[in-house]
């Protein structure tokens, strides 16, 4: 039988989606690329497909997923970026031989080594993170109001006043306990 593993929460940044493999950070935290075949699941469902990927990459993947977090967090509070999170991004960045490919139906496709994919497919989520978090990209680094979320996202809404990572779980759950306390209010 097949083990059933935590599904991905996709956004559309894919820094911001890559730090969501780890949710409930301040809660129950879920880890939803708890085994290397899982981490090439989403790196293929984010058009960085690879073949396969070890142990010692998985390990790396994440490294790099805590360091985007670290570092976004601070640029999302405006806090000094911790220097041990800018140097893994900066490694995972450089060590990457990707390449932007445009396709004739004007789609860009990233073109991953045969020699090092996984390392390939890491450099282009540290971009990724590197653009949001100097800022390049129009939009604003904030963190969820979720006390157990907490998780740092890439508002893009025209009045950049989001408030959850994601509407469909964070979101949610804060609207379900405040139409549940409703109900309570009304009911005493
Ligand atoms: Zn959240």
Redo the contacts with the bound molecule.
């Keep these: 039988m097949r083990t059933e593993y935590p599904d991905f929460r996709l956004g559309s940044v894919l820094a911001t989606s890559f730090t969501a493999t780890l ?1 409930e950070r301040r809660g129950d935290a879920v880890e939803r690329i708890p085994t290397p075949q899982r981490l090439t699941d989403w790196l293929a469902v984010n058009g960085l497909a690879v073949e396969s990927c070890t142990t010692a990459q998985l390990a790396r993947a994440r490294e790099l997923r805590e360091a985007i977090h670290a570092a976004a967090t601070a640029a999302a509070i405006d806090d000094e970026l911790p220097a041990s999170a800018v140097r893994v991004i900066n490694d995972c960045s450089a060590q990457g031989l990707a390449a932007a490919i445009l396709t004739p139906e004007r789609n860009r496709q990233w073109r991953l080594s045969s020699t090092s994919a996984v390392e390939d497919a890491l450099s282009v989520i540290a971009a990724d993170a590197i653009s949001i978090i100097a800022g390049e990209r129009d939009g604003r680094l904030a963190l ?3 006390p157990t ?3 740092a ?1 890439f508002d893009t809404s025209r009045s950049r006043t989001r408030r ?3 509407m469909n ?3 949610n759950r804060h609207k379900k306990a405040r139409f549940n306390a409703n109900r309570r209010k009304k009911s005493s």
């Design positions: 949710t969820c109001s979720s979320c907490q998780a996202f959850w990572c994601d779980t964070c979101g």
